[in-house]
């Protein structure tokens, strides 16, 4: 039988990438925190209780689509679109809040509070907090409230505050400084619902195992449409929970190779980019060492990019070790492109996707073409595109 | 016995509290940080850290996060400050100690950080987002130089892990006053003197307060129970707002001054 794959390490690492970089006034919570979830992933009960709200109320398992004009059209691989974009709120964040909701619910924390850059995790966490009944409050840069100003709406329908951040790119990154300070502060009754594979552990190990969900149904899917296991995975990485989700389920299947889409936003020649494992170095940001957008001294460089989800200039440890292991392959798109990806699918396939997962839709360009007519590509369609309207209108126009 | 070591003895003998004061190098640059340092060691200062300013300070409140910022915007670096600090060491003899983010050190080069600060002069460093457990290369390294390695003890560390702190920490304890980011308060919470007990109960070693200390009463009261009292924001305020006059040494020696009869009890 082969090795099973057992990373993280108690201490939070994978390889040589995670770890817990916090203030002490952290360590404890995030130790029990670490207890509370070893718990609850053994306990059949809150199993049990996950597995009833991702399908009666986030409307799981998603379906996995054969988009077949989009086939054609490429003139190559089969490509299979893994619908996140139709779970409950319109992307797949959903899946990693109820699963920290549940958790806070048993620690007996009475509010939620969240980073977010798209604002689709801020929304997931707002939501969850209606539904379970949590004070919430979540944390945006002033620039993604102006770019996402349909999600800033829904949250605060949803009863969640909006506290717009003001300091250094308004974007994720400072919207997560600010959220780990919130934190800091109310650490004794609030959790802090991290939205992606990023943070001090247990938060890129609990994240992935929350959006496993997707991986796990997709193979399934797959197995009983295809009979067989997919080529590749393709999928975007901002911070990585889409893409750690869909793969981790696949990992010891070393046939079916991954490919994480980065955001190249004017070109990762430039600097205006947010490619972290293409073109950052190893370092440490919010609470944990791995690949990391950083000038000479170790400053963090501010990233770019035409979709705020992917918009920071880190990403989650597991993805560093995916590549440094060279379990994963990267690439990056560019913003011109993502649009690209963005009006492709919107004209082949009638679903109009959110610009994160549009990066990876842009790649099947380059990908599908080049394999035989036999070979199942399954991307994550991690998103719906209504929020990105506003933004895609400036830059497609017409008649 | 290094400088910090030595301030302690002679404290205790004198049944007197360490004052430390916290700046960031650069702010409002360099050259007049050299210069706010010697005159911190004439206003009753025992002790200053040393703040390398950085992009993304998250255990900082606003203060010290626009201090970062000028300081990182007038060209600081660890670098430029290592060379401020090897002529201010000419002129005083406190110790230093650096308080900088791990992305910094680690970028820098760990074995590197610690050589090179201490030949600058500087005795110890603060590392708020480098908890013990991860501290292992800097520890080592610290050890061979005789170089403090201050950790950080908070009010929701449990026993287990106070125990570990104070093990790892060389030179004093930094004891977190509240749950919360640096900054100035106007109340400091009830529950420092337990907490302040319960960890010198653990420890020998001097443990000294910080976060949120913001005027001669609230330093008065700490220097009650703890072997030190550290001042940050609200020395930065005074700093932020005369950073352009002429009276930025005679403001900052006033308000440092009023501080250390807090603490003297005068």
Redesign the interface.
Known sequence: MRKRYKLPTR?GYFGGFG???????????L?ELEHELKKALKDKKFQKAFGYYLSKYAGRPTPLYFAERLTKKLKGAKIYLKREDLAHTGAHKINNTIGQALLAKKMGKRRLIAETGAGQHGVATATVAAMFGFVCDIYMGTEDIKRQSLNVYRMKLMGARVIPVE??SQTL??AT?EA??DW?????DTHYVLGSVVGPHPYPFMVREFQSVIGKEAKSQILKMEKRLPDYLVACVGGGSNSIGLFHPFFNDKKVKFIGVEAGGSGIATKKHAAALLKG?V?????S?SC?L?DR????NIAHSISAGLDYPGVGPEHSYYKHIKRAKYFAVTDRDALRGFRLLSEYEGIIPALEPSHAIYHLLKLAPRLQKDKIVILCLSGRGDKDIDIVKEHIKFE | MNRIDKLFTKLKKQRKKAFIVYITAGDPDLKKTGKLVAELEKNGVDLVELGIPFSDPLADGPTIQRASQRAILSGANIKSILQMVHSVRKKVKLPLVFMTYYNLVSHYGIKNFVKDSKNAGVDGVIVPDLPPEEAKELIGAAKKRDFATVFLAAPTSTKKRLKNIAAKSRGFIYYVSLTGVTGTRTRLPSDIIKNVKRLKKITKKPVCVGFGVSNPKQARRISHLADGVIVGSAVIKVIEENAKSKDLYKKVSKFTNSLRKGIDGK
């Open positions: 201490s770890g817990k970089f916090v203030p002490e006034t952290l360590m404890h919570a130790e300091g250094g990154k400072d400084n780990i300070r800091v502060t109310n650490v004794r170095e370092g440490v940001l919010h609470g060492r990391l950083q001294d170790g400053q963090i």
